[in-house]
């Protein structure tokens, strides 16, 4: 006797058929979770900091495809990619490349992403004031921990220490053979900035220092007390987390 067969229906009501007996690919549709544990539900109800980082992505996503759930998509999404971090750094066509994830869901995942960037970038008068390291990691940690190659970074601060701009000075390994030292002032000197922060990444998302990174310290701060420009801080951007040289003691001496 063959089993009786139902159609399920996911949150945005596509329907899919499922046996009613039990298999490696059966699945419940989210749509018929308890109402407190859809995704769109529960941040309605409790506000988006309470739902997981998957749970934020299937709501994004909407729906899943024949046989998963769109959670399954979502936790499948950070697992190939290697966690959000891993998705902010795809481009549209390694998103694609994850069963699930059209080229609409990848366009629509990095529009979310870079809105997340910008409101992280801005504050109220659109001017970010640093007064400790992490004021300045957290204006640069939403785009600079996921860039793919290392990037080294002038910040120029007003005399309040407000972010007034940012350039980058190098892209490739950061050190001294490498980075011009005269670059790192020139937007300073230009705009007549009396201080600056250099901030590169570490692709690998450590960000510990290294003896070539002490040594581009040094020399950038040796270099801003001749100009005039007072280097406040070097840091180094992880994957979610920074290292400040200037705390450490490390080229500042």
Known sequence: MTARRRVLRDGAGTASEASTAP??????????????????????????????????????????????????????????RDGLVGVGRSSLEELTKVAGIGRVKAIELQAALELGRRLMTMAPDQQHEVRCPSDAATYLLPEMQLLTREHLKAVLLNTKNRIVGMHTVYEGTVNSANVRIAEVFREAVRRDCPNLIVAHNHPSGDPTPSPEDVAVTRQIVQAGKLLEVAVLDHLIIGHGRFVSLKERGLGFG
Do not use: H
């Open 23 to 80: 298999s490696e690919s059966a699945y419940i549709a989210v749509k018929y979770w308890p109402v407190s544990e859809q995704p769109r539900e529960k941040l309605e109800a409790l506000g988006p900091g309470n739902l997981s980082t998957q749970e934020l992505l299937a709501i994004i996503l909407r729906i899943g495809r024949q046989g998963e759930s769109v959670l399954a998509v979502a936790q499948r999404l950070l697992v190939e």
